[in-house]
């Protein structure tokens, strides 16, 4: 399997777990020119990848339903960040723990990446 195939693999995963495409937020191309899982997390991060907004209150209360009803989660996680509670409603807190979702599934790839990504393999 090629570089880019083994790539292409990873990315379909983190999306079905997350439904965020790497690759609409970076081009494979340029994927393919960097040597680390670092350099990637950095660019990802720089682009947005981890950031989720997810508007409306309906929405963002059936996402915390499914993947956070006591708000335990979502709510330290808001925390950490430096919220405190007057400044907090469900988008926000269906936002960051979607986030979180995201960059929990990026880095648990994070040791096949950097084994593509630095020709180790």
Request: glycine share 4%; hydrophobic share 40%.
């Given at each position: 399997?090629?570089?880019?195939?083994?790539?292409?693999?990873?990315?379909?995963?983190?999306?079905?777990?997350?439904?965020?495409?790497?690759?609409?937020?970076?081009?494979?191309?340029?994927?393919?020119?960097?040597?680390?899982?670092?350099?990637?997390?950095?660019?990802?991060?720089?682009?947005?990848?981890?950031?989720?907004?997810?508007?409306?209150?309906?929405?963002?209360?059936?996402?915390?339903?499914?993947?956070?009803?006591?708000?335990?989660?979502?709510?330290?996680?808001?925390?950490?960040?430096?919220?405190?509670?007057?400044?907090?409603?469900?988008?926000?807190?269906?936002?960051?723990?979607?986030?979180?979702?995201?960059?929990e599934s990026f880095c648990?790839?994070?040791?096949?990446?950097?084994?593509?990504?630095?020709?180790?393999?």
């Open positions: 399997m090629k570089k880019q195939e083994k790539l292409e693999y990873i990315f379909e995963c983190i999306e079905k777990e997350t439904d965020q495409s790497v690759t609409d937020h970076v081009n494979i191309e340029d994927i393919l020119k960097m040597s680390s899982y670092d350099e990637l997390y950095e660019e990802l991060e720089q682009v947005g990848f981890f950031t989720i907004d997810i508007i409306y209150y309906a929405k963002a209360i059936e996402y915390l339903k499914e993947y956070d009803l006591s708000l335990k989660h979502s709510l330290e996680l808001a925390s950490e960040m430096g919220y405190t509670p007057d400044g907090l409603n469900s988008e926000i807190l269906a936002s960051i723990l979607a986030g979180d979702k995201v960059l648990s790839f994070a040791d096949r990446l950097e084994i593509i990504l630095s020709n180790k393999e």
